[in-house]
């Protein structure tokens, strides 16, 4: 008669190892069951499927979790790659991340079996983004700084958007649902609507900023204003932006005719340019009259 094979024989005729059947109570039963009954590896094999433990864990967890125990080695090497990755979004999502975190992290982002995007909405809800963003809190890392352009970019393209929209996209790039390319375009698509006449700029590359530049350097001239205080929603600026022309087609009013409605508004009246001007006025009148030579 054969001898009895052992427990690590027994394991590991059925495709595992002791370390495995000690990962919970019940498999650890179901292992001394198997030594005493002398199963078969095929039939302790059926049976480790139907355990509460087999049908409660994924396939990736239980590779992770032999793993462990058959080569050590490998699990530790994954673990502190899975590791690096996982702190490597923490500091791209501005999360603060201790190393017990890390690492509980890590372990549960191999065991699951975690890909890329999983990895970063997880981190994503770890650091509580998805509600700095909810209370417009300021945000770190790329996420920060997408939030910091889109900004910039609602103010060069003279458009608004609700507080809502806005958190729609930095929580979707947060979590990689979204990119800010989808934000910037959809910006894009919001100026041409405001500014039909300034479609085809746009679609060449330019901002509505770009395009009111030389409105917003005449102005601050002739109004003597500083041209930072001037934005391209400025009700004069955003005339002449979104002027009809004699075709009745969307078109921008010329520079000549922007400037010289400047000088009739009340503003004028009180600046030095307006002084010098009827100065310079008068002194002609005089001159015409003999007055002065």
């Known amino acids: 008669m054969a001898d ?8 590991a005729l059925a ?33 480790i499927r139907n355990t509460a433990w087999y049908k409660s864990t994924s396939q990736t967890q239980r590779e992770a979790w032999l793993l462990t125990s058959s080569d050590p080695a490998e699990y530790r090497r994954r673990l502190a790659e899975t590791r690096s990755q996982m702190g490597s979004l923490a500091v ?16 549960e982002a ?4 975690w890909d890329q995007l999983r990895m970063r909405q997880e981190m994503a809800r770890f650091g509580d983004v998805g509600q700095a963003v909810l209370k417009n809190q300021e945000l770190g890392g790329t996420v920060g700084q997408a939030q910091d352009r889109i ?17 729609h996209w930095l929580s979707g790039v947060a979590y990689g649902t979204l990119t800010e390319q989808h934000a910037m375009g959809e910006i894009q698509r919001l100026a041409k609507s405001t500014w039909p006449g300034l479609a085809e700029q746009i679609d060449a590359g330019l901002t509505v900023k770009d395009v009111a530049s030389p409105y917003i350097e005449s102005m601050a001239e ?3 204003l500083n041209p930072t205080d001037i934005t391209v929603r400025d009700n004069m600026v955003r005339r002449a932006l979104s002027f009809k022309g004699e075709d009745g087609k969307w078109t921008t009013q010329s520079v000549g005719d922007f400037e010289a409605s400047l000088r009739s508004d009340p503003r004028w009246m009180a600046t030095q340019n307006a002084q010098d001007s009827h100065m310079s006025t008068g002194r002609e009148v005089l001159s015409l009259m003999g007055v002065l030579k």
Do not use: C, H, W
């Open 15 to 47: 495709g595992y190892t002791v370390a495995y059947f000690n990962v919970t109570p019940e498999m650890k039963k179901l292992l001394q069951e198997a030594m005493d009954g002398q199963y078969e590896p095929a039939r302790l094999q059926s049976m």
């Open 92 to 107: 791209e999502l501005g999360v603060p991340l201790a190393g017990k975190d890390a690492d509980a992290l890590a372990r």
């Open 4 to 11: 009895e094979p052992t427990q690590e024989e027994l394991a």
């Open 110 to 113: 191999l065991g699951s079996g």
């Open 222 to 224: 002739i109004l003597e």
């Open 151 to 167: 900004q910039q970019a609602l103010a060069a393209y003279g458009v608004k958007v609700s507080n809502g929209t806005l958190r």
